[in-house]
């Protein structure tokens, strides 16, 4: 709040409200620009790590194929019924 005090003290008493009104504006919008670039930044971060992640896999690894793949097929009963169950 010091700042805000410092900011305020060098304005006139009319234009005081103003002043406050103008200050609150810069404050509000600020936060939501900076809100705005974290989110921009997060989200390309994750597409990032989600590629990396997502590179070193292979359909012939063994143990991946035989936990994720045949589960998620619809060509078989056993995979059908998994895409129906969730």
Same mark, same amino acid.
């Given at each position: 709040? $010091?700042?805000? %005090?410092?900011?305020?003290?060098? #304005? $006139?008493?009319?234009? #005081? /409200? @103003?002043? /406050?009104? *103008? &200050? +609150?504006?810069? &404050? *509000? +919008?600020?936060?939501? *620009?900076? %809100?705005?670039? #974290?989110?921009? /930044?997060? =989200?390309?971060? /994750? @597409? *990032?790590?989600? +590629?990396? #992640?997502?590179?070193?896999?292979? $359909?012939? %690894?063994?143990?991946?194929?035989?936990?994720?793949?045949? &589960? &998620? @097929? $619809?060509?078989?009963?056993?995979?059908? =019924?998994?895409?129906?169950?969730?």
């Amino acid at each position: 709040m $010091p700042l805000n %005090i410092i900011a305020l003290s060098t #304005l $006139p008493r009319h234009i #005081l /409200t @103003q002043g /406050t009104a *103008i &200050r +609150s504006l810069m &404050r *509000i +919008s600020a936060a939501a *620009i900076g %809100i705005s670039i #974290l989110v921009a /930044t997060l =989200a390309e971060n /994750t @597409q *990032i790590v989600h +590629s990396r #992640l997502v590179e070193s896999l292979r $359909p012939t %690894i063994r143990w991946l194929r035989r936990r994720f793949c045949r &589960r &998620r @097929q $619809p060509d078989d009963a056993g995979g059908l =019924a998994a895409l129906n169950a969730g």
